[in-house]
């Protein structure tokens, strides 16, 4: 069975360029996350789904991010403008029950 | 401040070792789980624990969680090369009533490094 499918794996842009990560969740999964991994403050929770809405964005670090869940079978998260402080791996994972959450590969974001 | 406080950041030991890794909280969690990541992918399950005192083990580790469910460890005996990655504990918070709340918490994770 197919995993959480992430892409790109790795995207390198400048600053003030959008950004476009995209997450395809394991077929029936009704809850979809977005992490983001740094050295510093290791894996944050951006924002999370149910069922395909928003329902803790708390963790978005500003309004420069957004995120979409336009259906159970993709989402995106989109920066615009970027900075290099966004530079991190991004994460999604999906879940069906509360307590076990599968994670993607990840996209390796670097801003320059 | 982290919720979740692991310890120790690094470890680097030789095969055949074994090693412990602690994951303490000042709060009480309804439950804690570790996670293996390794390079360039996302992080997997290994274990969730749920009632304080449980111990669990998986081949080689065995997973405890505290009495007063705020803290976990993860013991390893006779590492391997294989074991190699970070280990990261989460878990969700519980508010007085017990109730779990708010979302998936981690710690910072613990690099492994088990050399042949």
């Known amino acids: 069975d197919a995993g959480v499918i992430q892409s790109p794996r790795h995207e390198v842009t400048e600053m003030g360029q959008e950004v476009t990560l995209r997450c395809k969740p394991i077929?029936?999964?009704?809850?979809l996350f977005w992490y983001r991994q740094t050295m510093m403050r290791g894996l944050e929770l951006l924002i999370y789904?149910?069922?395909?809405?928003?329902?803790?964005d708390s963790g978005m670090p500003e309004d420069r991010f957004s995120a979409k869940m336009p259906n159970a079978s993709f989402s995106t998260l989109k920066i615009q403008p970027s900075e290099p402080r966004d530079s991190a791996v991004y994460f999604c994972?999906?879940?069906?029950?509360?307590?076990?959450?599968?994670f993607g590969p990840g996209t390796r974001l670097t801003v320059l | 401040t982290q919720l979740l406080e692991q310890s120790p950041q690094f470890l680097s030991i030789q095969e055949g070792e074994n090693l412990t890794v602690y994951c303490n909280s000042s709060?009480?969690?309804?439950?804690l789980q570790w996670y293996r990541q390794e390079p360039g992918e996302g992080p997997v399950l290994l274990v969730t624990?749920?009632?304080?005192?449980e111990v669990k083990k998986l081949k080689r580790l065995t997973f405890q969680f505290g009495d007063a469910r705020k803290d976990s460890s993860l013991h390893i005996t006779a590492a391997q090369p294989g074991d190699t990655g970070l280990y990261l504990c989460?878990?969700?918070?519980?508010?007085?009533?017990?109730?779990?709340?708010?979302?998936?918490?981690f710690g910072q994770g613990t690099i492994l490094t088990v050399h042949p």
């Open positions: 994972a999906s879940s069906l029950v509360k307590y076990t959450q599968y």
């Open positions: 077929s029936g999964h009704n809850s």
């Open positions: 789904f149910n069922n395909n809405v928003p329902i803790d």
């Open positions: 709060s009480v969690f309804s439950s």
């Open positions: 624990v749920v009632t304080g005192g």
């Open positions: 989460a878990g969700y918070p519980t508010n007085a009533g017990g109730t779990s709340y708010g979302k998936l918490t």
